[in-house]
């Protein structure tokens, strides 16, 4: 096991990258020419302008202003400067709160280090253990400071139970302010938006297959029935996944044809050529500039037919549609009820902002979601359980004594003291953090296969699942796999009930990995964070290759967005941890504390100089989050409960079952008290909201604002024009709609010649050419 | 353990007990004079009149039509007679889909045993076992026919595999069709039925405080504003209890009276004395008739006094009011939605029905209410788990060498070989029986104290917790404590990972065990139902001391109804006994084939002719009933899993695994797909029935017919004459109501002066004056 050396120079090294990679991030930012990597979100916002335009050559690219540099932790207040108000202003409610997720772990775990080092690491340090000496494993030095150190059967673990209902009410006092606080401002939020168009739109999904009418005519008449006062218009929902993929090509030729072009006009001598084969490495060698011209052109034409095509064939209109309503009370009603006999139809509900939508799940029949979410569980369930295999693996080979176990010819090398420390506070952490990177983007692909229709719910629910991931890999993982390793026999032959003993026992041991853990993924990860290498790199390729003008220069930023589904669970494994070895091993807490500070500023000035949300959920991931931390803390409290039944203190551990059961308890007040707020819009604010919109703009033309607000993406950019067209067409409609159905059932297929030439199909995706 | 003998003596004495019930009843039924104790559902239907009008003396009480002797169990083909449309007519819905259970339980079972006896009887009765020999515990014949013959380790497990497979995948289908069905009829009663106040109305709870305004008007100002459109009017709920109970008092006093009255009339010699002290032991002997009419006329100065007090005192009322609205889409939408922006308050729901209501429970406020259900989930578990003791510890006693443990001096008595076979075949199913009649009281009670407002969910909630608390100490606890008692050393000291091979190898030990209490329980029991002996006894009392006029013998009629707080747990636990019989013991099923066509006879019988259901909820309870079922198939098949663990047929237990996963997801289809249907009601159907109304009837009073439809029943039956005042007074208000409100927060108590004049108050309740 790691000594206190180990960890003083891995804190050393950590330190000094991070503190590197804060000089280097910044030099990098006061440069110009990396003004749009940092501070990208000015730009989109139009407050911030090129500095290349005024002063010499040389500063437009380097800055040489020398005073500048000495302040180079300048940035750090700069990002605390932003009062919250205009931070949500600025970025969005769902970064203000995101960043709140940073603060209640500083909340949190400030007055529990002060009270556990006040009270806790005394009594530990002063108890004289014979424990330690009795095991078989290695203790380190660290242990003397935690519950280890109090041997069997002491009276001093009274103060660890005191201590665990000390922590557990400052943790749901502390949650459920921030419950309430973030439950106010999102309603506050919602309240003082301006008008967005899913304040008035429903989703409707599944809608019933009909042989007499289009799935167009079937909304509007269904909705004109069940909802006469409030229906307004409605919007279908094209199958326009093939359309997307072409226009996809079609930007990819064109940057290629940008390419060659500046390529071109800097040596006009030679016209560029390129092979047509496999990446371009063998096939006809044809002039470059010409091929993509022509490749683009008969893409347009593909383009244009399919979109003809998607238009016209009824077939690609999918039993999905938006549905829009005169006010937001109606909208409220609509997407908070049943609206047919059988609960499988109709399926109505809020529709997710039109950027936040995920148009290719829209489709999806409910039945097919059971099996896929079935297929997603046992999928999940197999991923979770078979990944620990290499990573208990390599871990067991990245031990000093794994090592010369497997290489033995390394010993020499390995048991010099400098590498031995760094291989042991170091590797570990590594070996892991090289597993988790690969696993977000299959944890996304399983939420899409599982039927989610926006972004953000995709990202809620690849959240849950990575955080299930960490428990179990990570952090039972590490706790009884590597233990396991380490006691073998002892160890492998135990049954089932041994278990919460083992990880008891297990807990105060593994404290030096995840202090070593925490450093090398909170304290360098959250450094290497802000210097943004990737889009740093990647920028300046694209403005090298590609940019042709200002405008192009503005497509090349790539802010990225927060990552919900990545960040929230590795903030929730650092909850876990502090809350788990709070009472166990305190000396862990100050390395969370520092992880949620630095983090804190530097994701603060993240959101506010680069980050852009892909879109605004109005901090609907808060229920998620809460569980989590309560999940946390029960888990610590079983643990806890676990780790004292082997210390043979039989009269006090009792006293720990009663707070799981009132943890779990304060979990469902708050889930009754609050969630639904975060779920349901309440008609009293629908009807306010409304009230107040009338008398302000008694004359709005609300058909003409929600008319063109849900279309598919692929269709948007060249219809601007059209619109006035469609307002004034639409505006003959009438209320009564004259049905063309004849029978219900006797005439099963007129539909294809009524439904061709349906009068309510608005046209505004028709072919307009191309620029 | 029981032989095959004592199964079949077992099986005679109570084949006996039940042919001796039904000749019982079949012989007082067609008495005359118990008439109205076998026949007052037709009597409360004004179908069937007394009897006792014509005909000789003598035959108004007995019968002498001794051919009507001969036909004895006709009752039962005239019980199935009735069609099921007709039976939904009759006694409603509930009482209907309640008979399903018991049909299900047929069409469930009749295959599974068919296939049981056609395929695993064989297969286990050609094994030629060691096991049986080898274990220390005994067997007894039928063992030969259950799993326990196959040898450890054969291939013939796979045949059970497939029937585990083929039960559940037949178990499934059924219960989708059956809860589909169910919906269906649910929709189609709900449609069809007549104009009732609860579609039009909902219930709000948790009104929240205010300074200015009495609740009345806070309630028709909050939906005045955010359902304006559908509001009609609203009816506050007083705090009656203390009325209630003081007119409960009154009736008693009054039944006293008609007591003492009778006896004067029968012998005018002798005016009744009584005396005033506890239970008329001692203290002043007075003349009893002007005791109770001084009484009586006192208490209804006190019952005026508190009428008026409740009325006109603005505490009495609770923060809960019945909103009614114009429609039933109306109604729907605030049903389903959101009201405010606190969740914690203005919660609304569907009323349940008037006569469904539970008052008591109106005025309970959110966070009591998670305190309450905390307390009551704490008070089961110690409940459940306590209970457990003196079961186990009776049913140790209650076996032939318990009893020669503890009186040794009954040894030759019990050696005896009939005493010795009833003992084992009847006491441990008695014991269990007994314990289980204090039960369901003391589960409604936890039930009311957790706070649901309605009769049925009140009997929805204590079903689930009998049922629990069945699975644990009835099945379970046999299985368990009955084998620990008699394994002792070798099982007490085994680690917890053993229990699910004790209890796999507990379970066909136990088959004898269940038989016999199905046969007790289930056959005898159900053939006592139908006697009716505690009504019967206390009709006759009544009748004789205390019924003056035909509408007192009206009320001596005690129908009762269902109990579906007792009665379907009591199915689901044979539910549970065939499902984990039916692979491991078939020999089980035959029994509780019978069980459940004997009970769906005498069920349907009673239904008929007998229960009178207090309120109708439309099948509310389906969703519970098929997820009990589904319960029992997951437990069948993890036990199924235990078991075949200890038998050493490794290669074949993990198909197994799948089974229970299937399940579940099962489940999860069935709860999106049909159990919507129980829980909202869609607006599509709201909106069809709300236009047929209209069409049909376009001058309806709606108002009128709401006004009063949710008052407290204490202050029902005198307020008829009034209805016509009161709508006259309600014409006049218009839809513009006047706040008193001057400011919000500013003037806290000014509405002790305005609330009290209040003019929204409706009057109904005031004191009429008695008869």
Chains 1, 2 share one sequence.
Not at 444 to 467: C, D, H, P, Q, T
Not at 475 to 487: D, H, K, R, T, Y
Not at 515 to 531: K, Q
Not at 704 to 727: M, N, S
């Amino acid at each position: 096991m790691a000594t206190l050396q180990d960890i003083a120079l891995a804190a050393a090294i950590n330190i000094l990258s991070a503190c590197i990679f804060f000089l280097v991030f910044a030099i990098l930012r006061i440069q110009p020419f990396n003004d749009r990597v940092y501070f990208p979100k000015w730009y989109l916002k139009g407050l911030r302008s090129s500095p290349t335009r005024s002063g010499a050559f040389v500063q437009r690219f380097v800055n040489l202003d020398f005073r500048s540099y000495l302040r180079f932790l300048n940035w750090m207040p700069d990002a605390l400067k932003m009062p919250e108000p205009e931070l949500i202003e600025h970025a969005g409610l769902d970064s203000a709160v995101y960043l709140r997720i940073y603060l209640i772990g500083l909340k949190l775990f400030v007055p529990i280090a002060f009270l556990a080092w006040a009270i806790l690491v005394p009594v530990n340090w002063t108890s004289a253990s014979n424990t330690l000496a009795q095991s078989k494993a290695t203790y380190s030095d660290i242990d003397k400071l935690s519950i280890s150190n109090t041997p069997l059967g002491s009276e001093r673990f009274w103060s660890h139970i005191v201590m665990a209902y000390a922590f557990t009410f400052w943790t749901c006092y502390l949650l459920q302010k921030e419950y309430e606080t973030i439950a106010t401002m999102r309603l506050q939020f919602l309240a003082s938006e301006k008008r967005r168009p899913d304040q008035f739109t429903v989703l409707v999904r599944n809608v019933p297959p009909d042989a007499d009418e289009s799935v167009s005519e079937l909304v509007e008449h269904f909705f004109l029935v069940n909802h006469s006062d409030n229906y307004l218009t409605h919007q279908v929902v094209y199958d326009a996944n093939k359309l997307a993929k072409l226009v996809k090509k079609k930007e990819k030729m064109q940057n290629w044809l940008d390419y060659y072009q500046i390529k071109y006009s800097r040596n006009e001598s030679s016209r560029p050529f390129k092979k047509t084969g496999f990446l371009g490495l063998w096939g006809n060698r044809v002039d470059a500039i010409d091929f993509y011209t022509s490749e683009i052109e008969k893409l347009c034409k593909e383009i244009s037919v399919e979109r003809e095509r998607v238009t016209n064939d009824p077939k690609s209109i999918m039993p999905a549609a938006f549905v829009s309503f005169k006010t937001r009370w109606g909208a409220a009603v609509c997407a908070q009820t049943q609206q047919s006999r059988n609960p499988t139809l109709w399926l109505t509900e809020w529709a997710p902002e039109p950027r936040d939508v995920y148009w290719h799940n829209l489709a999806i029949p409910f039945v097919s979601l059971t099996v896929r979410r079935l297929i997603i569980a046992v999928a999940f369930f197999f991923l979770t359980f078979f990944y620990m295999i290499p990573i208990a693996f390599v871990q067991s080979l990245a031990s000093i004594e794994g090592i010369e176990k497997v290489v033995p010819f390394l010993r020499p090398i390995i048991e010099k003291k400098f590498i031995k420390s760094l291989i042991q506070g170091f590797l570990p952490g590594i070996v892991l953090k090289i597993f988790l990177i690969v696993l977000p983007a299959i944890l996304m692909l399983m939420s899409k296969f599982e039927g989610f229709i926006s972004i953000s719910s995709l990202e809620r629910r690849s959240a849950s699942r990575y955080y299930l991931f960490n428990f179990v890999n990570v952090f039972l993982g590490s706790i009884i796999a590597g233990s396991a390793l380490e006691q073998l026999n002892t160890f492998m032959k135990q049954s089932p009930n041994q278990i919460p003993r083992t990880i008891g026992v297990a807990i105060p041991m593994k404290a030096t990995f995840f202090i070593s853990y925490i450093m090398v993924d909170g304290w360098a990860g959250i450094a290497a964070e802000i210097l943004m290498l990737k889009p740093l790199i990647i920028f300046h390729l694209k403005n090298f290759f590609l940019v042709k003008t200002e405008k192009d220069r503005e497509e090349a930023m790539d802010p990225g967005s927060i990552g919900f589904n990545t960040g929230e669970p590795r903030i929730q494994l650092y909850f876990l941890l502090g809350l788990v070895y709070a009472v166990v091993t305190p000396v862990l807490l100050p390395f969370i504390i520092v992880f949620f500070g630095l983090a804190y500023v530097v994701f603060r000035h993240q959101i506010i100089n680069v980050y852009n949300q892909e879109y605004e959920s109005a901090a609907a991931f808060w229920p998620d989050v809460h569980g989590r931390i309560i999940a946390a803390l029960i888990i610590s409290q079983l643990l806890l409960l676990g780790l004292l039944s082997t210390k043979e203190a039989a009269q006090s551990t009792p006293f720990l079952i009663a707070l799981p059961i009132l943890t779990i308890s304060f979990h469902y007040f708050c889930k009754g008290r609050f969630e639904p707020a975060f779920i349901r819009y309440p008609l009293q604010e629908a009807k306010m909201k409304d009230t107040l919109e009338r008398a302000r703009e008694p004359h709005l033309n609300l058909k003409g604002y929600l008319q063109t607000a849900y279309i598919h993406p692929v269709f948007k950019g060249d219809e601007d024009d059209e619109e006035e067209e469609i307002l004034g067409k639409w505006e003959h409609d009438g209320e009564l709609v004259p049905t063309k159905r004849q029978s219900r059932r006797n005439t099963p297929l007129p539909s294809k010649f009524s439904g061709s030439s349906s009068p309510s199909l608005p046209e505004v995706v028709e072919e307009r050419g191309q620029p």
